[in-house]
């Protein structure tokens, strides 16, 4: 962060070519010494993650419950990478990096987190050579990739295995800006290389292409190009006769730009088909706008200080009081003014663009799943507040001639403070009981995290644990899916089944149609089978297969309604229709029943024979026929 390292640098970085791009001067062991220096406390900060386990938010349907990653980087595993929109995303280059650690390190956790420690790592080490090779500042580029490496909230991105998309999809982007670089150098440079400029055009479009595979947060990358053209490159115009115009930068970056539109359309497809994307009617601009802009100041708030670190920070829904945003309303437009005015220090506009812009897919204005904000969000727009901060503290300091090593101490002490607060923050990642713990220790009103909680407690063969955080999260929010099913259930395993039925009406009514809805119409079906409303009972079970053909359970409760009311043809069929969609024990056992009562010993030895091949059921499908074989 400090001043510049020589007197021939800053000459180097004050001298432009003639395309206005800063020529980096060469301090090789300077730069070797801190490139090392990062490495070996990024690696320092986060290797306790080696030994932590799988979570169990996101990490059971990314990787350990996920058959198509579980088989390792096969064919199958690519062709499904490619052509899914499985957790409401196209990322396929993402599932491809699961299956891969899945083929090095089978289901050992620390393995996968030791892919996103050694992303984090080489993250951190393009971003100071890309940083030093367009500006010639290393001391500066140095501190920015220190922070941005060593920054608590940027901890979730590492120490998270269902974030590799986050850590990947940044090794690619700043693969490309490196390739941006490399290609402006042949642009601007001498005439005559148009066909090396195409060459490496190329290299940066497969790049970016590369990044939207691993997740496409980075779709801003043709905006945030111009910006780097306005600074460090200095190719935009501010004048007659300098550099190149802005129209000429924007027509440059087309190719970009349509990949962008391209990427855009797939994204919100795959929102779309796992009904991620909240609608205006039930979320209003004005929340998403009142959000956004407090979130804004928030994400400001965390960079400087770091604390009450979360993984989820669930959304207000409902407008936030103006004495939140309008103060944070100002100071947005303030700093924007600010900027602006500081014409003469074009990195200060730089990074202040940089934040906004790369905040606005994440922002929240088209919204999608429960969060307010996510720490994840600011891996990226982090880089321009860090340029920010380290490039204005290196230019005041020289200003007032500040000695250099007193910077230097100042940085190091900086570096130091932060890595102490994120090695804790690491800590918190270190089992799923502790992660949902410390949550709610430092939230207010996070069902979600209860939820989280619950599962874990239930797993952990603690029921009555479990269910209590079920009850805190349905105190905070009487339509959470979760809560709601978990307590039907509950309410159903006791024989309290007119609260079965409210909790499953209830969800019926709030789920939009599709599979969701008709696994709860199969849920609410066996509760009034045990009432033995046989007619509401079938009702459900009916609505249930008509919204998913392939739910089991509808079918196999339609099998039972038919047994009850004597019709065995009808039950036969509907057990049999169970069994094409996903052959269970307990199926074919009910349909052995069915055809010995129907006067067919042949057939039911037959259908004995193939459900006592078969393991036994999960732990769900136990549930579901409970009872049934003995009555």
């Known amino acids: 962060m400090g001043a510049k390292a020589s007197a021939a640098g800053k000459k180097s970085h004050q001298s432009n070519t003639s395309a206005g791009v800063a020529k980096a001067p060469v301090f090789r062991s300077e730069s070797v010494v801190l490139a090392c220096a990062l490495l070996l406390a990024t690696l320092a900060v986060y290797l306790p993650v080696v030994h932590h386990p799988f979570v169990n938010f996101d990490d059971p349907v990314y990787v350990v419950d996920n058959v198509h990653i579980a088989s390792g980087l096969d064919w199958d595993t690519i062709t499904w990478a490619f052509t899914t929109f499985y957790q409401f995303n196209w990322h396929p280059l993402t599932w491809m990096s699961h299956a891969f650690d899945v083929q090095l390190y089978g289901m050992n956790a620390g393995g996968h987190h030791a892919t996103n420690l050694l992303l984090q790592a080489a993250n ?55 390739a941006y670089h490399w290609y402006v150098e042949a642009t601007d440079g001498k005439r005559g290389q148009a066909r090396v400029s195409v060459g490496r055009y190329l290299v940066m479009s497969l790049c970016f292409v590369l990044g939207l595979m691993a997740k ?48 855009s359309v797939i994204t919100v497809e795959a929102q779309k088909a796992g009904g991620a994307v909240a609608s205006l009617r039930v979320y209003p601009f004005s929340i998403r706008l009142t959000n956004a802009i407090v979130a804004y100041c928030l994400y400001i708030g965390k960079a400087i200080w770091p604390a009450r670190l ?20 100002a100071l947005l437009i303030a700093i924007t003014a600010l900027v602006i005015k500081a014409r003469s ?20 204005l088209v919204h999608v799943g429960n969060q307010a904000m996510a720490d994840r969000y600011a891996y990226l727009p982090y880089i321009g507040l860090f340029v920010m901060v ?19 101490v100042a940085g190091l002490v900086a570096l130091v403070a932060v890595a102490i607060v994120s090695r804790r923050q690491v800590g918190y990642w270190s089992d799923t009981a502790t992660l949902w713990t410390h949550t709610l220790a430092v939230t207010h009103d996070n069902y979600i995290a209860h939820d989280n909680l619950a599962q874990y407690l239930m797993r952990e063969g603690q029921p009555e644990e479990a269910m209590q955080q079920y009850r805190d999260a349905l105190a905070i929010y009487p339509d959470d899916p979760s809560s709601n099913f978990a307590i039907a259930a509950d309410d159903h395993r006791h024989g309290d089944l007119p609260g079965a039925v409210a909790h499953y009406e ?21 509760v009034y089978l045990d009432e033995r409303d046989l007619d509401a009972a079938k009702n459900c079970f009916h609505n249930s297969v008509t919204m998913d053909t392939h739910n089991v359970e509808g079918w196999l409760g339609l099998g039972l309604v038919a047994d009850r009311e004597g019709q065995l043809n009808v039950a036969i069929k509907n057990y049999e229709e169970a069994n094409a969609v996903k052959p269970l024990r307990i199926t074919y056992l009910l349909l052995a029943r069915a055809l010995e009562r129907n006067g067919q010993p042949e057939q039911a030895q037959a259908a004995r024979q193939r459900g006592n091949l078969l393991g036994p059921e999960e732990k769900t499908t136990q549930t579901f026929s409970g009872g049934i074989l003995g009555q």
Request: glycine share 8%; net charge positive.
């Open 310 to 329: 979360a993984p989820m920070y669930p959304h207000p829904w409902h407008p936030l009081p103006m004495l939140q945003v309008i103060p944070s309303l």
């Open 506 to 526: 209830h969800m019926v009514r709030i789920t939009p149609p599709g599979a969701g809805r008709a696994e709860l119409y199969a849920k609410l079906g066996l």
């Open 124 to 178: 951190a080490l393009l971003l100071f050579w890309v940083l030093r090779s367009a500006t010639g500042y290393v001391g500066r580029s140095a501190m920015v990739a220190g922070l941005f490496a060593l920054h608590p909230v940027n901890v979730e991105s590492v120490a998270w295995v269902a974030e590799r998309k986050n850590v990947l999809s940044m090794f690619f982007f700043l693969l490309g800006l490196a």
């Open 345 to 364: 220090r074009r990195y200060l506009l730089m990074g202040w663009l940089w934040f906004l812009g790369a905040l606005v897919p994440m922002i929240g």
């Open 390 to 408: 380290c490039w204005g503290v290196a230019d005041f300091a020289e200003a007032r001639k500040i000695p250099v090593n007193v910077l230097r």
């Open 216 to 263: 496409p947060q980075i779709v801003t990358f043709p905006f945030l190009l111009l910006l780097w053209d306005y600074w460090p490159l200095r190719r935009m115009a501010t004048g007659p006769g300098q550099a190149r115009s802005f129209g000429w930068l924007v027509k440059e970056k087309i190719p970009l730009f349509a990949i962008c539109a391209a990427s």
